[in-house]
């Protein structure tokens, strides 16, 4: 068997221990132990960047052939920072962090001040500039910063994730209005879109992918002063009215996978196929959390009744092959059922269902518990059974225990 990492890490070890923390029960832990025992030696790379598919069995890594053997910001990033592989035995993990650690600190000294960081990272040296994006091969990556700094209940440990998750500190704004673009667009209104960076040309293109980054920063925009808090949570509802329009704007209302955008027109459809993806909707239920606005809650509804009318089949739901004929393809994603469906129920459930102040949502939506990271290192402090864990991982190696 020989998965993707990234797919690996946020469904299977990210499900495991999600279903342990909302369970207690044990057997989850111990499966999420195993297969991120399974994952380690991805890590076995000159660069120390993990390389992107593994067999589980062997422990046989590689990268796919289409990067040229280099690695992908988004599943690197995501497995680095987001640190699931909490129950590897301690030495490895310290391993692992330095590593990343190396990587991390090099990123932010390169790429900084441009506001947003390489999509592809190369074997041979830190990294390599191809193009620069906030989907599809850089957008967990971003994502996970932040989480970090959530899932490590704030603490000074985890402080120095947080200004890098798209640049939301005040001083660093300034950067990010090169991938800020307006047009005028629909009804008059203009559209705050992420634009895509390649070498030092901007390309008046944004994915549906992208789409999560309104969520993510309404949920990074408190904790700071109320004039900068109010300016990066009105970023998040204009990027949100955006990626609305982006359903609203086809005959089935249902969003295409990329928009383009040329000045005083419409934005047009580029690929047309919709393949039921969670990114829209994830934001709408951070922005009805946060805001308890429920034009979010309609704009989802209106969003869910696309997907009954285009999608909905009786065997489950299947994708489009075109946005804009309803022409359908046969295939449901499993991220429509972990992702886009929990989102839509989560949207009209009330607050105390997983509140947002002692869970985080990875990023296949699974809920792990908020826990503060310990002293100022890479570490959590973690619930007593998962430190009993790593002790006895590390009695079983010394072999002061017998067997498991």
């Given amino acids: 068997m020989t998965p993707a990492f990234f797919e690996t890490t946020i469904r299977v070890v990210g499900g495991l221990l999600s279903a342990y923390d909302l369970s207690g029960d044990k057997v ?88 947003c960081f390489p999509s592809i990272l190369i074997q041979t040296k830190d990294s390599i500039v191809r193009n620069h994006n906030f989907w599809g091969h850089g957008d967990s990556f971003y994502e996970y910063l932040l989480k970090v700094w959530i899932q490590g ?71 700071y002063g109320p004039d900068d808090s109010q300016k990066f949570l009105s970023l998040a509802e204009e990027l949100a009215w955006t990626c609305y329009n982006f359903y609203q704007s086809t005959p089935t209302k249902l969003a295409g996978e990329n928009y383009f955008f040329n000045s005083g027109q419409d934005m047009s459809v580029g690929t047309s196929w919709n393949i039921l993806r969670p990114e829209t909707v994830e934001s709408l239920f951070y922005l009805w959390r946060l805001t308890g606005n429920k034009t979010y809650q309609e704009w989802g509804w209106n969003i869910f009744e696309a997907f009954e009318k285009n999608s909905r089949i009786e065997s489950g739901y299947v994708g489009l092959k075109d946005v804009n004929t309803g022409v359908k393809d046969n295939m449901m994603q499993s991220f429509f059922l972990a992702e886009t469906l929990k989102y839509f ?60």
């Fill in 28 to 115: 989850f832990l111990e499966k999420a132990k195993d297969i991120a025992d399974r994952l380690l030696p991805a890590w076995n790379t000159p660069s120390g960047i993990p390389h992107n598919i593994i067999n589980l069995a062997h422990g046989n890594a590689h990268n796919p052939g289409w990067t040229g053997g280099d690695s992908i910001l988004a599943d690197s990033g995501t497995e680095s920072s987001w640190n699931l592989l909490l129950f590897l035995k301690e030495q490895e993990i310290q391993s692992i962090s330095r590593r990343w650690r190396m990587l991390f600190y090099s990123l932010i000294k390169h790429f900084l001040p441009m506001a």
């Fill in 153 to 223: 209940n704030k603490t000074a440990a985890v402080k120095h994730y947080r200004p890098v998750s798209v640049n939301l500190e005040p001083k660093s704004s300034k950067y990010n209005l090169q991938f800020l673009w307006n047009s005028q667009e629909l009804h008059h209104h203009l559209l705050r879109i992420f634009c895509e960076k390649m070498g030092n040309s901007l390309i008046d293109k944004m994915d549906e992918l992208a789409c999560f980054a309104p969520g993510m920063i309404a949920l990074g925009a408190s904790g």
């Fill in 345 to 404: 129920y989560l949207l009209y459930s009330p607050s105390s269902v997983i509140p947002l102040d002692e869970w985080v949502f990875n990023t296949e939506a699974h809920p792990l518990k908020i826990v503060p990271r310990s002293g100022q290192g890479e570490n959590f402090g973690g619930s007593d059974e998962q430190k009993n864990l790593i002790v006895r991982s590390r009695a079983r190696k010394e072999g002061r225990f017998g067997g498991d």
